[in-house]
């Protein structure tokens, strides 16, 4: 789409929607960005749909074709608005006012991939709100002390290779020789080839090597959707983050029993997979609620669960069977904790149902705490513009977490989002999204 269609695409539209409709918004807050930078909005997430509609939702594959289109088009966008644009080695967009300088930037960010068959706002919300932010700052003519970057990062989810945080971490230098040899199932390439078919400078990348940009990053700051329900529950349009779930994940176990014919086998002479799988995870599930009841935040999951099709059949006892595992929490020592009660459980099992497990290779994701001072302010911001002065914990993983951990002040602004996250029922609300763009763009100038 050229600058001239989508200019009067917006202002058509923002021209042609009554006044409340075009303005209205759960708090006041919203009404400082326009109504033509509403419908702006609106259309950047619409156009970005129609880039990487699947038939269902949006699949937007990490280092794959659609998730460069999506970046190519934000892109050539941002260039027309006047802004300038590099592409870092390891192939995320960085978006910059004209004369930023050498300065420290604050980082606006988040990432533009999408599981399969997903929604259109979870990752993007964040890069089109600090785009937002970005124009608006150069249509009023102000330059912070502490420019402002927005980075449109490749890679965060893990649906594609089995690891989270790929883009953030390869800015941080933090992908090992390990992750870039990890497969997409979907079409067998590698993590490394993808990259590289991307445009990734993969020496750079597989050196560990940081992004020469991160050492001039004064903070970092992400807005997204909420993937839960309780900002909905709570009708909160926004909240502040205070802390990031890690998780501790395999993505395939295998349980190899014996195969054998269902009507010969008495249960005393069985090894039966999907029994053993089943006993394995209602013991978790048992620890899971004690250690709740306790007062420890943990959530766990197996979310990849099967029989071989090859070979499954009705009258045929299982001998194998391979799924996932993921646990997450707020604190390392109870990822830890549940990960060996985990360990201890398949050992037992495996002793009394005659089976055994193989594992694949661990993949951790440590906790982060967002920074006090960029919470206060981003409190203070919303409380100032009469939004919900409230903290929320992130279950799902973000970006910010790999900030925060490589020593990055960071901070987060959840947007709620109604159908949870992951899925092709995404509803985030326009006006709620810009309020919480509106109580951004005043946290960086508080900044």
Aim: aromatic share 6%; charged share 20%; glycine share 8%.
């Amino acid at each position: 789409m050229t600058d001239t269609a989508l200019q009067n695409t917006v202002r058509t539209a923002a021209e042609s929607a009554s006044p409340s409709a075009a303005l209205s918004a759960v708090s006041s807050a919203a009404s400082s960005f326009t109504a033509e930078d509403h419908v702006l909005a609106a259309t950047l997430f619409d156009r970005v749909r129609d880039l990487s509609f699947d038939g269902v939702g949006v699949s937007r594959e990490s280092y794959g074709a659609s998730e460069t289109a999506t970046l190519d088009y934000l892109t050539e966008w941002a260039i027309q608005q006047g802004l300038e644009v590099v592409t870092d080695a390891a192939a995320n967009r960085l978006f910059t006012l004209p004369g930023s300088g050498d300065a420290a930037h604050v980082v606006v960010g988040s990432h533009v991939d999408s599981v399969p068959q997903g929604g259109n706002f979870d990752g993007l919300a964040g890069v089109i709100s600090g785009l937002l932010c970005l124009k608006r700052l150069k249509d009023e003519g102000r330059q912070p002390a502490h420019p402002l970057m927005v980075a449109g990062m490749r890679g965060e989810e893990s649906a594609w290779f089995g690891k989270a945080y790929m883009g953030s971490s390869a800015i941080l230098g933090k992908l090992t020789a390990d992750d870039l040899a990890l497969v997409n199932k979907r079409n067998g390439k590698s993590m490394g080839e993808a990259m590289a078919a991307a445009g990734v400078d993969i020496d750079v990348v597989a050196a560990g090597t940081p992004m020469p940009w991160v050492s001039k990053v004064h903070a970092y700051l992400e807005l997204h959707i909420e993937q839960g329900p309780i900002m909905v529950a709570r009708k909160w349009p926004t909240a502040i983050v205070s802390g990031i779930r890690g998780n501790l994940r395999h993505n395939s176990v295998a349980c190899i029993g014996e195969p054998g014919h269902s009507g010969a086998v008495p249960r005393w002479l069985r090894k039966d997979a999907v029994f053993a799988v089943a006993d394995l995870l209602m013991r978790l599930d048992e620890h899971w609620r004690v250690l709740l009841e306790r007062g420890n935040d943990l959530v766990v999951t197996s979310g990849i669960m099967g029989t071989d099709p090859a070979e499954h059949a009705v009258s045929r006892i299982p001998g194998q069977v391979n799924f996932s595992f993921e646990v997450r929490s707020e604190s390392t020592d109870t990822l830890e904790a549940f990960y060996k009660v985990m360990r201890d459980e398949c050992d037992a099992v495996a002793r009394q149902r005659g089976v055994r497990f193989e594992f694949d290779r661990r993949i951790a994701s440590a906790p982060a705490v967002m920074d006090t001072g960029i919470v206060k302010t981003l409190l203070d911001t919303a409380d100032a513009l009469s939004l919900p002065v409230e903290k929320v914990a992130s279950g799902a993983g973000h970006d910010a977490a790999l900030f925060a951990n490589a020593g990055i002040p960071s901070g987060m602004i959840f947007i709620r989002n109604e159908h949870g996250s992951h899925n092709p029922q995404e509803a985030m609300d326009m006006d709620d999204f810009m309020a919480g763009t509106n109580l951004l763009y005043h946290a960086l100038l508080r900044m």
